[in-house]
């Protein structure tokens, strides 16, 4: 009977320790929710309202709708963000952080400037204080290779390329191609770029910080090129219900043995 005992508490353990790599999903957007652009201003914040961020009705990953930078007069001036729920969230090597997105281009022009990135504010909040670091995933047409996937790291590269092994703009662009997935993984001192669920590139950041905020959209000229997001996701690690499942099953444990 005690053999049974210690070996359905060990079992309850086992199976949380096997749980370690589930993941919460807190923010997803497919965009098929919204009525128009003004639908949009509920969670996001267009921050120029004048020259907003689209919704496109017509075209999504999977779906009807996404979101369109499709205005090339006025996107210098185009952009939105969100905090992220919950408030800031610090990855760990053992709790990444993941953003996710699927993007299309019309065309592989090098002058598309048309990005999501994930910051750390001082304040713990999008503008709240000074910005501790930045991290993008997307296409831009400074100093980098204006054929490729494009990133930037502010505490560590920089912008930097993708490589070419899993896409290109041209690929991207290509009528036949239609969508391509891309994600950064942060960790507590490295961050992760994919393309299509594969590992591309690995860079350097700052260690330890709290992310807050979603920014979509360069709000630099763009101009010459249509360029869409859809099913922008961030996941992290199921909250600490591991450690605490844990704690009780040991917890079981040391009873049975005082009991013993």
Known sequence: MKKQVLAVIAGVCAAHVLSVSAQTTIWFDDFESYADTAALSGPYTQMYPGTPVLLDTSKGY????????????????????????????????????????WTDLDTAIWSTRQYIEIRSYAGGE???????????????????DTTRINYRVVSGV??????????????????????????????????????????????????????????????????????????????VPEPSSLALSLLGGFGLLAMFRRRR
């Open 158 to 235: 920089n912008w930097g390329d993708l490589t070419d092994t899993y896409a290109t703009r041209a690929t991207i662009a290509d009528p036949n191609n239609d969508w391509t997935k891309l994600a950064m993984v942060l960790y507590h001192d490295k961050v992760e770029f994919y393309v299509n669920d594969n590992l591309d590139t690995t860079q350097t950041k700052a260690a330890g910080l709290a992310f807050d905020s979603i920014v979509i959209g360069s709000g630099l000229s763009s101009a010459g090129a249509d360029v869409w997001f859809d099913n922008l996701t961030v996941i």
């Open 126 to 144: 999008y503008g709240a204080g000074a910005l501790n670091d930045l991290i993008a995933l997307g296409f831009t047409s400074s100093g980098v």
């Open 62 to 101: 999977l779906s009807d709708q996404s979101i369109h930078f499709g205005q090339p007069a006025n996107n210098n001036t185009t952009r939105a963000y969100f905090n992220i729920p919950g408030g800031p969230v610090t990855p760990t090597d053992q709790n990444p952080l993941k953003v996710e997105f």
